[in-house]
């Protein structure tokens, strides 16, 4: 029987989709933050409306796995990315005439809502695209090309909305949206409609009861990940999040902040496709075993950042340490990304895959908004200390990998 080959028809489309729809979507998460950061210099408040904005992603992802696994995901794909278009060019016509904070704060949380909807219909349709052999190689491929929108959307989101404002980046993204929802329509996905438990309620509430009795109960180590991810998400990417910008834009006397942000952006998503490329061309050689390493691995790398901060007297010379620094942290993400999701989309029958990868994904997240929070206070609180924050971040993240070993070592 002839192999069929990995970019058959359809999965290329899921993927040139994902280059078009995530370049926006990274380029609008980049400059609306920032604008209310540039609008207020409060980390508190870039904060405490980022932690919001990851509430609906958390809650949504559930219900986004439950809806994948029983309506047609091609379906779900386009409707999304239509419906953002439209959020987008709304936002865009009300800015200006609405409260800022309020503005910024739904669209943003309706943005990572959707994302969190979206992604588990994207994650599930590849068992149902390539062979399970391809799975590793079809992962990374999808890593990359966020990476690849990722590392584009900022930088060139960034540069666009220093030289023409934010306006013509919300114009540039809504044209995004509309041009992929048009190229998902021509995608062919196998789908078999699945029965239903009765109401929608009832449902939505059984297929998540089910999801997580598999992961509990048939496969418990997965569960024990997500405590560990849980964990590295408050304190270290929340971190990431609201310090990056904060430091590059409020903290550091760098001209053009926001364009230089961008690029720091840009690196974590140069870091994370270099990681995709490792993990596609290292296939073979990855085990998940032994990936606690990767994540102590990026803890040791936010030391030197807290240093540079509290001994570099050169703004650009922090501003090169965060940026390396942010480099090696996604490459090691990255690996370990793409390997856990792999062994999750292997190990997890069809009928429950997609579910199964939006209860993870939700766990996974739930840290994040209170770790945005967190840090939002602390960088704001420890002004002049900035170093302070970034260091209590890195022997939190070490600490928390290092007791991780274990737990990765039962997953196989």
């Given at each position: 029987m002839k192999k069929q080959k990995l970019f058959h028809r359809d999965f290329t489309l899921v993927v040139v989709g994902q280059v078009v729809s995530l370049f926006g979507n990274a380029a609008i998460r980049f400059a609306l933050p920032l604008y209310l950061l540039n609008q207020t210099g409060s980390s508190r408040l870039y904060g405490l409306v980022t932690a919001c904005a990851f509430i609906p992603a958390v809650l949504l992802s559930p219900v986004g796995g439950v809806v994948a696994d029983r309506v047609n995901k091609r379906n779900i794909m386009v409707l999304l990315d239509f419906f953002t278009a439209a959020l987008t060019v709304a936002c865009s016509l009300l800015l200006g005439s609405v409260d800022l904070v309020l503005l910024l704060t739904v669209t943003l949380m309706l943005l990572y809502g959707i994302a969190g909807a979206y992604q588990p219909s994207v994650q599930a349709s590849i068992p149902a695209l390539v062979s399970p052999e391809q799975f590793m190689a079809a992962n990374s491929v999808i890593n990359m090309v966020a990476s690849f929108a990722a590392l584009t959307g900022p930088v060139l989101g960034g540069v666009l909305y220093s030289a023409y404002g934010l306006h013509a980046v919300l114009r540039m993204c809504a044209v995004c949206f509309a041009a992929s929802a048009v190229m998902e329509l021509?995608?062919?996905?196998?789908?078999?409609?699945?029965?239903?438990?009765?109401?929608?309620?009832?449902?939505?509430?059984?297929?998540?009861?089910?999801?997580?009795?598999?992961?509990?109960?048939?496969?418990?180590?997965?569960?024990?990940?997500m405590l560990v991810v849980c964990g590295v998400n408050l304190a270290l990417s929340s971190m990431v999040v609201v310090g990056i910008p904060y430091l590059v834009t409020e903290v550091l006397p760098l001209d053009n902040?926001?364009?230089?942000?961008?690029?720091?952006?840009?690196?974590?998503?140069?870091?994370?496709?270099?990681?995709?490329?490792?993990?596609?061309?290292?296939?073979?050689?990855?085990?998940?075993?032994k990936t606690g390493r990767l994540i102590a691995l990026c803890a040791a790398l936010v030391f030197p950042i807290g240093l540079g901060l509290l001994a570099c007297p050169s703004p650009m010379g922090n501003y090169g340490i965060l940026t390396v620094c942010c480099f090696g942290c996604m490459v090691c993400s990255t690996l370990f990304s793409v390997q856990m999701m792999s062994f999750i989309q292997a190990e997890t029958p069809q009928q429950l895959i997609g579910k199964v990868i939006a209860v993870i994904l939700a766990i996974s997240n739930c840290a994040q908004p209170l770790g945005n929070a967190l840090y939002g206070v602390l960088f704001e609180a420890c002004g002049g200390f900035e170093y302070a924050v970034v260091l209590f971040s890195g022997v939190a993240s070490l600490l928390i990998a290092l007791g991780a070993g274990r737990v990765f070592r039962q997953l196989g």
């Open positions: 021509f995608i062919r996905i196998p789908f078999a409609p699945q029965p239903a438990a009765g109401s929608v309620w009832r449902t939505v509430k059984t297929d998540i009861a089910d999801s997580l009795r598999f992961i509990a109960r048939e496969k418990p180590a997965i569960g024990k990940a902040g926001n364009a230089l942000c961008g690029f720091t952006q840009g690196a974590l998503a140069a870091g994370s496709l270099a990681g995709g490329v490792c993990a596609g061309v290292f296939a073979g050689r990855l085990t998940l075993q």
